[in-house]
Structure formats: structure tokens, C-alpha cells
């Protein structure tokens, strides 16, 4: 067998926001001026006393190995957020603490994907879903995220998709790449069908819980004893704090598959950064005015942004309810989304992501990040307008 054909591994994906991130930075060490809106990532910093909890740590002697579901006092902290947050119980000993997010898909769709499975996920949605499914060699089984609801998803269409091979389900509300937010009553139309349906874990990915606006509610999946012997909750640091390098994250498990995940943790990390874990007690249980502040830039950047889209030529955009994303339709501008990005990129100085980067349903649209200062949201939607008003958009795109 050839060192490059591994089995399994011409099926794993990639996200694209990491190579437009890669890329956009070439193109500033070469000395373009690059406004970039493609990462998500919050541009503001970890609040000091965050950091400060980490500094500490390290100067106390935080350097060995802890637990590998986590240290004691930061598990019994997310469980305490958990109360606050959803209003529901939580054991400490039922939290994971994770070197990130995309761990915790990785384990749920790892355990429950293989040949003859399906797994059903959001689409457009976090390109790691179907990335990690296919990898497993089970089906993965598109959601459809329509434009139509508010980028909610629809809990009868969703559940017209299960089949008899269907595994798991995995649900993301507020929503990355769309900023939707899917209100209660279809969340209660979704668990009631699941709940028919004893044979189907749930992983739901509520990253973004403290992002919504407008009077919209996060609804936590967790807040339904129906499915809570096989709710999934992914959740973490890198959004609500800015700490996405820190690489800190939490799952709350069912107890049948807690053990199983503990396992997966002793074999591939071992444990999560100690002084890292301090730092989250000290997110949790500390004052939370920058998480707030943060919240508010986002909010009234995707005022503006969606003001600012919705008077491009071609453009339209749905005001986004949650996350810190936009996701409008340039389906009439005659271009194909990820050439429009990549033209973007190259030609105009704006880095964005292609709707297909998404999934299947992505085509027609581009993600629009937040997670940038209003002058240079307003530098970029000028540049994209200008863009689109060019002879240079006339060409024909493939």
C-alpha cells in the first residue's frame, strides 16, 4: 500500500475558512491591503482576568497531567452554568472537558457512524459534520437550511429524512454559517418526533448560545427529559470569551456513553491544558462585562452589515438572529458563490466564504463575518459594491 492511499482518508474534508484565512494572510505579507470577514473568530481579546487565571496557574505549578475528563472544580463549573443558562441539573460527572469544539463531533460522530448508518446534519452548516461522517463511511443525510424560514431548520422536513439506518441527528441553533436561530415550537416538533424514536442519539452544537438578539431565545436542547438519555450538548470557551486559541471546550454526555467518551479521551489527548482549564473557572465564575460588550459590537454589526448588503446590486440578506455571521443570497449577481469569494479575495481585498463551503445548499450564497470593526465592515461592503458595479463582475463565472 502506497504512504498516500491510508483508507478512509480520501473521504475526510477539510474547513475552507482556515485556507481563505492562510491565503488572505499571504496576500498581507506581500503588502495588499486585506480586509478579511471570512474567520470566525470574535476580534476581541481574552478578557484579562482570563488570562491572568492562566498566568497564575502556570506560576503555581499547573503543569501536569489532570483528569482526562477534566479537572473536578471547572466540570462542576459548567455544570453551575448549565443551571443558570438552560435551568437544568447538571452532574460534573457527566461533563467532558475538550481541547476544543470540533472534539466533540468528532467523538459523537466517530461513535455512531459507520457502513450502513445514517447521520443527519445542518445544511449549509459547520463543514465538519459531513466531513467527520464521511470519514466514518456511514450516509450523510443533508438537513436542508432554507433561506425561506430565517435559516431555521424545519422540524417536519427534518423528520421526513430518518430512515431505519439513521444513527444520529445533529442540530445547531444559533447557526454558523447562517446566523439562524430556530424558535421553540419547532425545536418541540423536532423532539417530539426524536422522541418516538428511542433508537437515535442527538448531538446538538449550542457553541453560540449566548449570541441572539432581536427578543430571540436560545432553546437548549437539554431542557427536554424526552431525549435527555441520548442529548449530546456540545458547547465551549472559544466564542462566549474569544478564546479560540485556547483551545478549551465542554460536552455534557448521557450517562450510558459517558465511559465511552472518557475512553476516547484517555486514548487521543490524555487531558486538556491545565493552566487552560484554570482559565475556564475564572470564564465561568468571573465578571462577564467583556463577554457582554462583545456580544453588543456583534449585535450592531449585523445591523450594519445587513443594511449594507441589502443595498449591493444583486444582493439580498436575511438579518441574521443569532451567532455573529451573515449568509445573503447573491444568486442575481450571475455569479457562482465560491468564485465571487475567490475574485473577492484576489481582486478586491475582502476575504469571504463560498456558500458550497457549507454544503450542497450553499450555493447562491456567501458568509459574512462580524468578527471585525465596523469601519472595516463598511470598508468591505463598499469594496464588494464596487465589485459588483465593475465590468470584472460581468465575467463569466463557473
Keep these: 500500500m502506497s504512504l498516500t492511499t491510508i483508507a478512509g482518508f480520501e473521504r475526510i474534508g477539510e474547513e475552507n475558512a482556515f485556507a481563505v484565512l492562510a491565503r488572505a ?57 448549565t443551571l443558570t443558562t438552560t435551568g437544568v441539573e447538571v ?15 468528532f467523538a459523537a460522530i466517530l461513535m455512531f457512524g459507520e457502513p450502513g448508518a445514517d447521520i443527519l446534519y445542518p445544511d449549509p452548516g459547520f463543514p465538519i459534520y459531513r466531513s467527520m461522517i464521511e470519514f466514518t463511511g456511514a450516509r450523510p443525510v443533508p438537513i436542508p437550511i432554507r433561506e425561506a424560514n430565517g435559516f431555521a431548520f424545519s422540524a417536519q422536513e427534518t423528520l421526513s429524512l430518518l430512515t431505519p439506518q439513521t444513527r444520529l441527528v445533529i442540530v445547531n441553533s444559533p447557526a454558523n454559517p447562517t446566523g439562524g436561530v430556530t424558535p421553540r415550537a419547532e425545536i418541540d416538533k423536532l423532539v417530539a418526533g426524536l422522541a418516538e424514536r428511542p433508537d437515535i442519539a442527538i448531538l446538538s452544537d449550542e457553541i453560540y448560545d449566548q449570541m441572539v438578539y432581536d427578543g430571540e431565545e436560545h432553546v437548549s436542547l437539554l431542557t427536554y427529559p424526552a431525549i435527555a438519555d441520548r442529548l449530546i450538548l456540545l458547547n465551549g470557551f472559544s466564542k462566549t470569551w474569544a478564546m479560540t486559541g485556547w483551545r478549551l471546550g465542554w460536552s455534557i454526555w448521557p450517562e450510558a456513553l459517558y465511559d465511552k467518551m472518557r475512553k476516547l479521551a484517555v486514548n487521543a489527548w490524555s487531558c486538556v491544558n491545565a493552566p487552560a482549564q484554570c482559565a475556564g473557572i475564572a470564564a465561568i465564575d468571573g465578571p462577564q462585562d467583556g463577554a457582554r460588550e462583545m456580544v453588543a459590537a456583534f449585535d450592531r454589526r449585523r445591523q450594519v452589515v445587513t443594511e449594507l448588503l441589502n443595498a449591493l446590486p444583486g444582493v439580498s440578506c436575511v438579518t441574521p438572529k443569532g451567532a455573529f455571521y451573515a449568509f445573503p443570497n447573491i444568486a442575481e449577481t450571475g455569479w457562482k458563490a465560491k468564485a ?59
Excluded: W
Aim: hydrophobic letters at 45%.
Design 25 to 81: 494572510g499571504a496576500l498581507a505579507a506581500k503588502g495588499r491591503d486585506i480586509v478579511n470577514l471570512g474567520i470566525g473568530q470574535p476580534d476581541f481579546s481574552t478578557p484579562e482576568h482570563i488570562v491572568e487565571a492562566a498566568v497564575k496557574a502556570l506560576r503555581d505549578g499547573a503543569h501536569g497531567y489532570t483528569d482526562a475528563t477534566g479537572i473536578l472544580p471547572l466540570r462542576e463549573a459548567v455544570a453551575r452554568r
Design 91 to 105: 452532574s460534573p460527572e457527566r461533563v467532558v472537558i475538550v481541547p476544543g469544539g470540533k472534539v466533540t463531533m
Design 340 to 398: 465571487l469569494a475567490s475574485a473577492l479575495l484576489e481582486e478586491a481585498g475582502v476575504a469571504l466564504i463560498g456558500g458550497p463551503d457549507f454544503g450542497v445548499h450553499g450555493e447562491g450564497y456567501i458568509r459574512v463575518s462580524c468578527a471585525n470593526s465596523e469601519e472595516n465592515i463598511r470598508r468591505a461592503m463598499e469594496r464588494l459594491g464596487d465589485f459588483l458595479a465593475s465590468g470584472t463582475a460581468a465575467r463569466i463565472s463557473a
